[in-house]
């Protein structure tokens, strides 16, 4: 008693985004829309050699009216870099909105890269990884920076740290703002 359709969709968008979007929906006792995907950005587009950077992101949003929720989330993936290959981009992003007879119904977040670190997130909350860099320049230097944004209907929070390590020997200096 349950059909489902989908559809797939290639593009290049501006000659420096591709990607591939997979679209479904589920119908017959209950309603169910979905979106799967992969996009690729480059910069510059077109090349042989190394980019500047590339954000590589993968993509899965759902609406399922009977359940009442609306979920998409978003996630770098370890193919992204920015200036070299070993400067590493990470982190996430979701939106979830609840309403109709779900229990959780005018409850929302929209997050970038999680929560703040006290924040005591509700079970029903996606968990959604620091937007970040991870660079280890050379065998002695290294640079990490994450940030977060997340909005719930009582909360506004944003964040960021950013730590730079040196090590040589016994010999090792640090900063973290």
Not at 89 to 110: E, I, M, Q, R, T
């Amino acid at each position: 008693g349950q059909y489902f359709l989908t559809a797939g969709l290639k593009f290049t968008s501006f000659e420096t985004i591709t990607g591939f979007l997979l679209a479904t929906v589920s119908f017959g006792k209950e309603l169910e829309l979905g979106l799967l995907g992969i996009g690729d950005l480059s910069v510059p587009p077109k090349i042989d050699t190394d980019c500047i950077a590339r954000a590589q992101l993968a993509v899965k949003a759902a609406l399922k009216p009977s359940e009442g929720i609306f979920s998409a989330e978003a996630q770098l993936t370890n193919e992204s870099y920015i200036l070299a290959k070993s400067c590493k981009l990470k982190g996430g992003f979701a939106a979830y909105l609840w309403f109709g007879d779900n229990k959780y119904s005018g409850d929302f977040v929209v997050t970038l890269g999680g929560y703040h670190p006290l924040y005591k997130k509700p079970d029903h909350y996606p968990v959604v990884p620091r937007l970040g860099i991870n660079w280890q320049i050379d065998k002695n230097l290294s640079i990490i920076g994450e940030l977060y944004f997340a909005i719930t209907p009582s909360t506004l929070m944003a964040g960021g740290r950013l730590n730079a390590t040196y090590s040589l020997g016994d010999l090792k200096a640090w900063f973290i703002a």
